[in-house]
Structures are given as C-alpha cells and as structure tokens.
C-alpha cells in the first residue's frame, strides 16, 4: 500500500518553462510535506517543504503547493534550468512518526537547453 | 563540513556472507535512519533511533540489524546476505522529528 505516490516517472521540460511535479498521498495523519531533488550518485538534498496548515510556500524560484481535500501536492519550478534535471522525491510525515519519511517513487526531470 | 559519511560507496557480497554499512554525522543529530532505495522505487525506512541506545524497526528490516552506541555512529549490519538485499543504502539525520533529513552519498550494494 503506496500512501506517497508520484504517478508521473519522468517529465521533460524546454529551459526556461515551468516545470510542474505532482504528488498524492492516502495517510490522512500526514501533517508536513517535503520535497527532495537527488542527482546521480548522491545522497537526495532537502529542497522545500510545507505544513498542513498551509496551502502554498515559495522559496526563490520553488513553490509547493497543497491541496489537503484533494490529498495532493505539486512543486512549480519557474523558470526551469538545466541544473535541474535531476530526480524529485515527494516525502510525508506526520503524527508520532518520529521523523521518518514516507517517500514517492520520485520523477525524473529534465530540463532542455 | 562532512555532515553525514557512509561508508563503503561500493560492495559485492556473495550469498550468505555478512557486512556492515557505517554510518557518521557530525552535526549532532540525534536522529538517525537507514533506507533503502531500489530501482524505480521510493526510499523505504528500514530502522531508525531517536538518541543513543534507541532503535526501532521501520517498514522493511528483516534482514538486518542496528545498533547506536554513540551519537554520531549508526551501523546497519546484514548477518545473511541474499540477492534481494541488493540496492542503494542511504544513512540520514535530523535534529529532531521535525527537521529535514540530511542525506549520506549513499553505499551501493550487490549480493550475487
């Protein structure tokens, strides 16, 4: 049973266009949200995040936005780059979880010169 | 700044033998978490610890085992290795239950 799911495996993107990476997830005690980027033979690196208590955070050119009745959250990247192209993991927690993520199965972005 | 070192980066293991992926952090966390990541997939927890001589099971653990002895060290043994135990190893902390994850370069094992 998924209860993080990014249904989407890769997404290709012309540099300078929004790059849109969607997530849904079923775990209705899920209150904090994450996302992560990783690229080839490295560890994943924190990205942005969000509480439940909101419905959007923008860092620089990333925004999460979360939709809870829908149970789905998507990060805008505007403009794209070609640095970007990288792996991107969804990640919940929430409740007496101690800090541990649930993770999706990650999207594959590319980002076009 | 090392933040969290694993080590080794690579592993063969035959069937049956044993090893173990080390895990350190220099910033003082005194949460710790093992996953693992497989092709395609997610990164699933297998064991975690809230401080030093705490652990816990996460959602795949059989198969291996953990101890933490001290603050900065969180080693995950494999007693018995077996070809599903073939995948990407990444060891994590974070200050606390509310902070983000600080992710090692990760250890890529093989068992054949």
């Known amino acids: 049973d998924q209860q993080v799911k990014q249904n989407s495996p890769s997404l290709s993107v012309q540099e300078g266009r929004i790059s849109i990476l969607n997530c849904d997830y079923t775990n209705s005690m899920f209150d904090y949200f994450l996302w992560y980027k990783k690229y080839p033979a490295e560890g994943p690196t924190f990205l942005i995040s969000?509480?439940?208590?909101?419905d959007k955070n923008e860092d620089g050119r990333f925004t999460v936005f979360l939709n809870k009745s829908a149970k789905h959250l998507s990060l805008h990247i505007v403009p794209s780059q070609p640095g970007d192209s990288a792996v991107y993991f969804c990640?919940?927690?929430?409740?007496?979880?101690?800090?541990?993520?649930?993770f999706g199965q990650g999207t594959i972005l590319t980002v076009h010169p | 700044n090392a933040g969290v070192t694993q080590t080794p980066k690579f592993r063969i293991l035959k069937i049956g033998q044993s090893m173990t992926l080390q895990c350190t952090q220099d910033?003082?966390?005194?949460?710790m978490y093992w996953y693992r990541q497989d092709p395609g997939m997610g990164l699933k927890l297998i064991y975690y610890s809230v401080g030093a001589g705490i652990t816990d099971k996460g959602e795949v653990p059989n198969g291996y085992n953990v101890s933490r002895s001290t603050t900065e060290d969180f080693p995950l043994r494999l007693e018995l290795a077996a070809p599903s135990q073939t995948s990407v190893y990444f060891c994590?902390?974070?200050?606390?239950?509310?902070?983000?994850?600080?992710f090692g370069e990760g250890s890529r094992l093989t068992v054949l």
């Open positions: 910033m003082n966390h005194n949460y």
């Open positions: 994590a902390s974070s200050w606390g239950p509310t902070g983000e994850l600080f």
């Open positions: 990640a919940a927690k929430g409740g007496t979880s101690y800090g541990k993520l649930t």
């Open positions: 969000i509480s439940s208590i909101k």
